[in-house]
C-alpha cells in the first residue's frame, strides 16, 4: 500500500539498530501482511464490529513496523489492554490528558516543525498515539490534544513543490529493489506536492487519535464512523469526509475552508443515539459547551453562568442586562462553525432572520421583503424608500441585543476614575489606565514617551435610548404623494406636518391633524367626526437627515451677502444642505439653481429701517418680525422639526447641528447658546447668528405672536434679544447648549473644533469656505506673508446676529 514513512524508517533502523532490533522489525512485517490477509479473507462472513477490530489490528502492526524496540513494546502493552474495539457511544467518552500525554504531545508538535514532507506528518501523529496509548493503557486522548498534534504537523507541511522531488528520493533509497514503485509522473508528484495524498494521510492518522471514530470536525473518511450521537459520516470529495447530522449536495455554509461542493455521500452507519443540542443564544452554555448560532463561542461569566456571543472582553458585559459584575471569558468548548449571516440595515432580511444593528428586529413587509428597523406600526412607512404599500410587520427571528440600562449609572462618567468599573457611560468610550489605580475614559489613546495606554473593558456601543429612535429619511414619495396641511388626505393617507395624522370625517373627508376628538362637532356643519386614523403618524419632511431642519436667511442682494449666499448655493454648503431652506430679501433677486433642482429666489419683505439698539448693535427687531410673520404664513416650518435663522456669514453645518437637537426632538423649547458673561442676569442668551425653535416652539409663536408684539418693548431691541424674551413671555422652555454656535462676538469661533455646529462671523467668500472646508476635515491654508503695520481689517459696529 505504499507506506513510505515506515520504509524510510526502517532504513534509518537497518544503519543505526542492532540485529535483534532488525529481526523485530521482520517479524512485524510478517505479521502485518498475515492481519491483511486475514483482514480480506474475512470480508463476506465477519459482522461489522470484527471488521473495524481487524482494522484496528491491522493498522497497529503497522506502526509497529516504524517504531523503535522501545516503542514496539510500549505499543504491544497498548494493544493488549485493548481487547475489544470500542462503538461509537464509547468512543464519545473522554479522560482529561495527564501531564505525560501533554509532554509527548509537546515533543511531537517539536518534531514536527522539522519535518519537511506530509508523510512524516502522519508518521509523527501515529508516533504521538502509539506513545499515549502505551504510557496510559486506556482510551485514546481527548481531541483537543489530537487537534494541537494535527496543527503542530500542518504547520510543517511542505508549501511548495520543490519537496516533491526530494520526497521521491527519500522513497526510492528507503524502498527494495524488488518492492520499488514506478516513478511518478511531474503531474502526479506536483499533485502529491500540493497535499492531495498527503491529507489524506494527515486525515487518517488523525483518525487513529479519535480511537477509530472521528471527532467533530476530524475527517471520517477511514474510520467511517463518529463519535458524537446522532452523527453520520458525509464525504466532501475524495480527500475529505466529516460528521454531520446531516448533508445536502453543493455549496456547505458551514465549511470554512473553501466554497467547493460537497458530494454528501453517506460512509459507514449512524451513531446511534440524539444528536446533542448546542446552547441558543441567551442560554447557559456551561454543560453543553457549544453553541447553535454560527460563528458563536461559549464564554464563561463566572462559575454559575455562561453564553454564547460572537465575542468576549474580560470586564462588564454592557450586553448583560443582569449585572456588571465582569466576565471572565474563558473559552468554553469550541466556536460554532460558519459565520454571522444577519443582515444590515438596509438589507432585505426576509432568509436569514436576524440583524446585525443593536437592538434591531426583522420585520416582514410582504413575501418578498423584510428589513431591519427598531419598531414597525401596521400600514404604510414613511421611512419606505419604495412605496407607500402597507406593512405586515411580521416579526422573523430574534430581536438583535440593546447595551445594559445601568451603563450610565455603573460606569465612569466624564473625567471619573474607571480603573475600578472598567466601563465608560459615553458612547465610542473606553477605559484607559493610567496605572492601576487610575483610568480615563476616551475615545481613543495612543502611547507616549511618558505614558503607555492600556485598554480595559469594552468600549461602550450606542446606547439604547438612541438606537429605540427608529426615524431615518422619509422616501421621495413622501414629498410627492401626501398632503399639506388643511389637504383632503383621504386617498394619499400620509401628511406632510411633523406629529399630525391623517384622520377620517366621513366617507368624504379626511384631513391632517396633531389630535382627533370624535365627540365634538365641527362648527362648520354641527357634526362630529369619525377620527378613523387612515395612516401612520408624520415625521416631517426628512429628505436629508433626521432630525428634519428648515433654515433660512435674511440677506442684502447690493451688499456682500448677495455674492457670498451664491457661492454657498454652488457648494451646496450652508443652509442650502438643510431639509428645506429660503432666503428672504426686501429686494428681487434669484441665487441660482440648488442641487436639490431648485431655482432658490429670494422671498419679498417690506422695506424696514433699521435703528440702533439699546445695547449699540442693530435694532433690526420690527425687520426680522416681518420675517417671522411671513415665515409663519407660509407654513413650511410645520413639516420640519426645527426651524434655524442662520446670518449670511455664519458657517453652518447641518449633520452636526441634527446630532445636538436630536435627544430634544418633539419638546417646547429653544437654545440659548452663549454665555460670555455668566454673573450677568442676560446670560446666557440667543446669540442671532444661529437661533434654534422647535417645532412646538415655533407653533406657539404663530399663535402668540401678537402678544410679543403688543406687550413687550421691543422698538430699541436687536431682534435676538426680542426673540429670546418673547419666547419666554409665551411659555416656550429654554436648553442651554453652547456647542451649536462658536461665535466670536461670544467666546471665539474655532472652525477645527468637531463638536461646533456653526461658526461666525466669515464675512469674505474666501474666509468662508476656508472655514467650511477646515470644519470638514481639510486643513487651512498657510497664513499669508506678513504685510505693512497699517494693513488689515477695520471692524465696524454691527449687530451679533448681523
Not at 79 to 97: F, I, T, V
Not at 276 to 282: E, I, T, V
Not at 721 to 734: F, K, P, S
Request: some cysteine.
Amino acid at each position: 500500500e505504499g507506506h513510505e514513512p515506515a520504509k524510510k524508517h526502517m532504513r534509518t533502523a537497518e544503519k543505526s539498530s542492532s540485529t535483534p532490533t532488525s529481526n523485530a522489525v521482520s517479524k512485524d512485517e510478517e505479521a502485518t501482511a498475515e492481519a491483511r490477509e486475514s483482514k480480506g479473507s474475512g470480508r463476506g462472513s465477519t459482522s461489522e464490529k470484527e471488521k473495524q477490530g481487524a482494522g484496528h489490528e491491522a493498522s497497529a502492526l503497522e506502526k509497529s513496523a516504524v517504531l523503535t524496540e522501545g516503542e514496539a513494546k510500549a505499543e504491544g502493552a497498548a494493544k493488549e489492554s485493548k481487547q475489544q474495539p470500542k462503538n461509537p457511544a464509547d468512543a464519545a467518552k473522554k479522560r482529561p490528558a495527564t501531564s505525560n500525554e501533554e509532554a509527548v504531545l509537546e515533543d511531537t508538535k517539536v518534531a514536527a516543525t522539522h519535518d519537511q514532507n506530509g508523510d512524516e506528518m502522519a508518521l509523527a501523529l501515529e508516533k504521538a498515539a502509539a506513545k499515549i496509548e502505551s504510557e496510559n493503557a486506556g482510551p485514546a486522548p481527548k481531541r483537543e490534544e489530537a487537534k494541537l498534534e494535527h496543527e503542530a504537523a500542518t504547520e510543517a507541511a511542505p508549501t511548495d513543490k520543490a519537496a516533491a522531488p526530494k520526497h521521491q528520493e527519500i522513497v526510492a533509497e528507503s524502498t527494495p529493489e524488488g518492492e520499488r514503485a514506478a516513478p511518478k509522473s511531474e503531474e502526479g508528484a506536483a499533485r502529491d506536492a500540493e497535499g492531495g495524498r498527503t491529507g489524506e494521510k494527515v486525515a487518517r492518522a488523525e483518525e487513529k487519535l479519535n480511537d477509530g471514530c472521528a471527532a467533530p470536525g476530524a475527517s471520517c473518511l477511514e474510520s467511517k464512523c463518529c463519535q458524537a450521537p446522532g452523527h453520520q459520516c458525509f464525504t466532501k470529495d475524495a480527500w475529505w469526509g466529516q460528521c454531520m447530522e446531516s448533508c445536502t449536495p453543493g455549496p456547505n455554509v458551514l465549511d470554512q475552508s473553501s466554497p467547493s461542493p460537497w458530494e454528501c455521500k453517506a460512509l459507514g452507519p449512524r451513531t446511534p443515539g440524539e444528536s446533542a443540542s448546542c446552547s441558543k443564544d441567551g442560554e447557559d452554555c456551561s454543560k453543553t459547551q457549544c453553541c447553535e448560532s454560527p460563528g458563536t463561542q461559549c464564554f464563561r461569566k463566572n462559575a454559575f453562568w455562561a453564553t454564547c456571543r460572537a465575542e468576549c472582553t474580560p470586564g462588564p458585559n454592557l450586553f448583560d442586562e443582569g449585572s456588571s459584575e465582569p466576565w471572565s471569558c474563558k473559552e468554553l468548548g469550541e466556536r460554532a462553525p460558519g459565520k454571522e449571516a444577519c443582515s444590515g440595515d438596509t438589507e432585505n432580511c426576509l432568509d436569514s432572520k436576524c440583524c446585525t444593528g443593536l437592538g434591531m428586529q426583522c420585520y416582514q413587509k410582504n413575501k418578498t421583503f423584510a428589513v431591519c428597523k427598531a419598531s414597525c406600526e401596521v400600514g404604510v412607512d414613511m421611512g419606505d424608500p419604495d412605496d407607500a404599500k402597507p406593512w405586515s410587520c411580521k416579526q422573523l427571528g430574534p430581536r438583535q441585543k440593546v447595551p445594559a440600562s445601568w451603563i450610565p449609572n455603573k460606569c465612569a462618567n466624564g473625567p471619573d476614575n474607571c480603573a475600578q468599573s472598567q466601563c465608560c457611560a459615553q458612547q465610542g468610550f473606553q477605559c484607559f489606565l493610567v496605572n492601576q489605580y487610575y483610568g480615563q475614559c476616551k475615545p481613543s489613546c495612543q502611547d507616549t514617551q511618558w505614558q503607555k495606554c492600556q485598554p480595559v473593558g469594552p468600549k461602550t456601543p450606542e446606547l439604547a435610548g438612541t438606537i429605540w429612535n427608529n426615524k431615518r429619511t422619509v422616501g421621495p414619495w413622501v414629498v410627492e404623494k401626501c398632503s399639506k396641511k388643511w389637504e383632503d388626505c383621504m386617498h394619499s393617507k400620509c401628511c406632510h406636518e411633523v406629529g399630525t395624522t391623517c384622520f377620517e370625517k366621513n366617507d368624504l373627508w379626511a384631513t391632517c391633524e396633531q389630535s382627533c376628538n370624535s365627540t365634538l362637532k365641527d362648527p362648520a356643519d354641527n357634526k362630529t367626526w369619525s377620527c378613523k386614523a387612515l395612516g401612520p403618524k408624520s415625521w416631517g419632511l426628512a429628505t436629508k437627515g433626521y432630525p428634519s431642519l428648515y433654515c433660512f436667511s435674511l440677506y442684502m442682494p447690493e451688499h456682500y451677502e448677495g455674492p457670498l449666499l451664491k457661492s454657498i448655493l454652488k457648494k451646496n454648503a450652508g443652509i442650502f444642505a438643510c431639509d428645506g431652506y429660503d432666503v428672504f430679501s426686501a429686494t428681487n433677486d434669484t441665487l441660482g439653481e440648488s442641487a436639490d433642482g431648485i431655482t432658490v429666489k429670494a422671498v419679498l419683505i417690506p422695506k424696514i429701517s433699521v435703528g440702533t439698539s439699546q445695547d449699540g448693535t442693530a435694532g433690526n427687531a420690527k425687520l426680522f418680525m416681518a420675517v417671522w410673520d411671513k415665515i409663519i404664513a407660509a407654513g413650511r416650518f410645520r413639516y420640519y422639526d426645527w426651524t434655524i435663522k442662520v446670518d449670511p456669514d455664519a458657517v453652518l453645518l447641518p449633520w452636526r447641528l441634527r446630532d445636538h437637537m436630536a435627544p430634544h426632538v418633539g419638546e417646547h423649547v429653544y437654545v440659548v447658546n452663549c454665555n460670555k458673561f455668566p454673573s450677568s442676569p442676560n446670560f446666557p442668551m440667543m446669540y442671532g447668528a444661529l437661533e434654534v425653535f422647535s417645532q412646538s416652539a415655533m407653533l406657539t409663536y404663530a399663535e402668540l405672536s401678537w402678544k410679543c408684539g403688543t406687550e413687550l418693548p421691543w422698538k430699541l431691541w436687536g431682534e435676538d434679544y426680542y426673540m429670546t424674551h418673547c419666547m419666554d413671555y409665551i411659555g416656550v422652555g429654554r436648553i442651554s447648549d453652547f456647542g451649536v454656535l462658536g461665535d466670536n462676538m461670544c467666546v471665539g469661533a474655532n472652525c477645527a473644533d468637531s463638536s461646533v455646529a456653526s461658526f461666525h462671523p466669515f464675512k469674505s467668500e474666501e474666509s468662508w469656505h476656508t472655514c467650511w472646508e477646515t470644519a470638514n476635515g481639510k486643513p487651512p491654508p498657510p497664513p499669508p506673508a506678513p504685510q505693512s503695520s497699517d494693513a488689515g481689517w477695520r471692524r465696524g459696529v454691527g449687530s451679533r446676529g448681523r
